[in-house]
């Protein structure tokens, strides 16, 4: 909801220094159908819902939302492909969302010069060269720093240090904080003893973890 208020405030100020359509149009590309559409599919509803919400209450300044939106299935030649015709539509913004496909498409972001909201908060969209990205939360590098931290923090026995694993899914989403992780714990005295993967829609993880 963070990352869908930012857009329409962003439209708003767009509508308040009188951009000349009469509708607004904004894209999104959403995850419904594929390896993370448990996620993406409330997300995907989510933004619709509150655009017809804006458009039923006046609008933005009295110009409408028009929200056009595509299933990429979570591939990312699919989002690429969605993102290009989205801006030859005169798109003005864009909702997105998984880390790989936003990472593939963010020098085209910066030279097209439209803002994007993703789903995802990988470190690497907030650097100076891909200043039209936005993310809405901590980065997964931060999380995964904060949580290294907090076990170092708490950990009691002081005559070693503390014992970690990283399991994570072989994705752009999964990889974005591994590095950073490994790095920090190094950093600060805490041991990464294994790395393992899972797949995307695993619903088991007891091999990995008894490894």
Do not use: C
């Not at 931290?149 to 240090?161: E, G």
């Amino acid at each position: 909801m963070k990352r869908i208020l930012a857009v329409v405030t962003m439209l708003l100020m767009l509508a308040s220094f009188g951009y000349a359509q009469q509708t607004i149009k904004i894209g999104g590309i959403f995850d419904i159908t594929g390896g993370t559409g448990d996620v993406g599919a409330p997300y995907a509803e989510g933004a619709r819902d509150y655009i017809a919400y804006v458009n039923k209450h006046g609008g933005i300044n009295g110009k409408k939302i028009e929200l056009i939106d595509v299933d990429y299935q979570y591939k990312i030649p699919q989002a690429v492909s969605a993102y290009k015709e989205m801006v030859s539509k005169g798109v003005i913004a864009i909702l997105g969302w998984g880390t790989g496909d936003t990472e593939a498409m963010a020098p085209m972001i910066a030279n097209d010069k439209i803002p994007y909201i993703s789903a995802s908060y990988s470190e690497h969209l907030v650097f100076d060269k891909t200043p039209y990205n936005f993310i809405g939360a901590t980065t997964y590098s931060d999380q995964a720093r904060l949580a290294i931290k907090w076990i170092k923090d708490n950990w009691k026995d002081k005559s070693r240090n503390p014992k970690i694993a990283l399991i994570y899914n072989d994705t752009g989403f999964g990889r974005s904080p591994i590095q950073d992780a490994e790095e920090f714990a190094k950093k600060i005295g805490v041991d990464v003893v294994d790395k393992q993967i899972v797949g995307l829609k695993d619903l088991d993880a007891t091999t990995q973890l008894l490894n």
